[in-house]
């Protein structure tokens, strides 16, 4: 019997400053590759299928659902997770807000929100809390927290209008 041929890729990242790698098969997700290659849990699968945003990553600065990203197609890429935003003893000024504003009740949505929102920001489209709500709609929150949610990034949105001016 033939023996299966090796489909298996080998991809490298940078991952919130470090550099990773690691062979993978070709229908790996960036999600799985976070999660299961570098124990990366702090992004979050909920569907898997691209309509929750649990799992938004920041890829080069953009946000994007890290499950519709096949691995093998961004290696090169410099990813952002969760853990790569503030720490303990700083937090990042949206989470701060999303603490200050009880922004969160299970949390599972919260990586997906924060990077989510961080990736708003930098985008600079969202100006009123109506815009934030629209750019903010594909993630979801079975919570319900979506007040506190919005009104944190309405607060660190006026006071850094852009992702510069953000730590
Ligand atoms: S897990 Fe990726 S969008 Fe839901
Ligand atoms: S805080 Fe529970 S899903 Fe958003």
């Not at 649990?54 to 890290?66: E, F, K, P």
């Not at 890429?77 to 969160?104: C, M, N, R």
């Not at 997906?112 to 750019?135: H, P």
Request: negative net charge; proline residues 4%.
């Amino acid at each position: 019997m033939d023996a299966a041929p090796n489909t298996a890729h080998h991809v490298a990242y940078t991952i919130n400053g470090v550099i990773r790698m690691a062979t993978i098969e070709p229908w790996v997700t960036l999600l799985d590759l976070l999660r299961e290659e570098f124990d990366l849990t702090g992004t979050k699968k909920g569907c898997d299928h691209g309509q929750c945003g649990a799992c938004t990553v920041l890829i080069n600065g953009i946000r994007i659902n890290s499950c519709l990203v096949l691995a093998v197609s961004r290696s090169g890429s410099v990813v952002t997770t969760i853990e790569g935003i503030g720490t303990p003893d700083q937090l990042h000024p949206l989470q701060a807000a999303f603490v200050k504003h009880d922004a969160l009740q299970c949390g599972y949505c919260t990586p997906g929100q924060i990077c989510s929102a961080i990736g708003l920001i930098s985008e600079g489209i969202a100006k009123t809390r109506d815009e934030i709500r629209e750019g903010m709609s594909g993630n979801l929150c079975r919570c319900g927290a979506y007040i506190g949610i919005v009104d944190a990034i309405e607060e660190v949105l006026a006071a850094a209008p852009d992702a510069n001016s953000l730590p």
